[in-house]
C-alpha cells in the first residue's frame, strides 16, 4: 500500500524557517511529478510548489524566492524548504505524488498533512 509520510511542522516565529520532508513508501515506481500544497483555515488547498522527476521546479507566485522544493529519487522523497515565513504562512501543508502504477496508470496520492504556524 502507498503512503506519503510527512514531518517537519511545527511553530516558528515570524521570519523563522521550517523544512518540510515527505517520503512514499511502498512497492512503487518512483513518483513522477511531486508536489507541495497548503490549506490555510477558511481557504481553498492551492499549490505552493511542484517538481518534476527531473527536478524541474515550479511556484506559486508568493513563495518565489522564500521556497525551495527539491527531492531525492532514491528515496521517493520531495522537500520543502521554508524561509521568511510570515503569519500568512500558517496553514495545514500536504505533499501529493504521482505515482505510475505496475499496469503503466497514474494515481496521485497525498499526505495525512502537517501544520505550519508562523506566529509570534
Known amino acids: 500500500q502507498v503512503q506519503l509520510v510527512e514531518s517537519g511542522g511545527g511553530l516558528v516565529q515570524p521570519g523563522g524557517s521550517l523544512r518540510l520532508s515527505c517520503a512514499a513508501t511502498?512497492?512503487?515506481?518512483?513518483?513522477?511529478?511531486m508536489a507541495w500544497y497548503r490549506r490555510a483555515p477558511g481557504n481553498q488547498r492551492e499549490v505552493v510548489a511542484a517538481?518534476?522527476?527531473?527536478?524541474?521546479?515550479t511556484y506559486a507566485d508568493s513563495m518565489k524566492g522564500r521556497f525551495t522544493i527539491s527531492r531525492d529519487n532514491a528515496k521517493s522523497a520531495v522537500y520543502l524548504q521554508m524561509n521568511s515565513l510570515n503569519p500568512e504562512d500558517t496553514a495545514v501543508y500536504s505533499c501529493?505524488?504521482?505515482?505510475?502504477?505496475?499496469?503503466?496508470?497514474?494515481?496521485?496520492?497525498w499526505g495525512q498533512g502537517t501544520q505550519v504556524t508562523v506566529s509570534s
Open positions: 517538481i518534476t522527476f527531473g527536478g524541474s521546479a
Open positions: 511502498g512497492n512503487i515506481f518512483t513518483p513522477d511529478a
Open positions: 501529493n505524488a504521482q505515482i505510475r502504477t505496475a499496469g503503466g496508470i497514474v494515481r496521485s496520492y
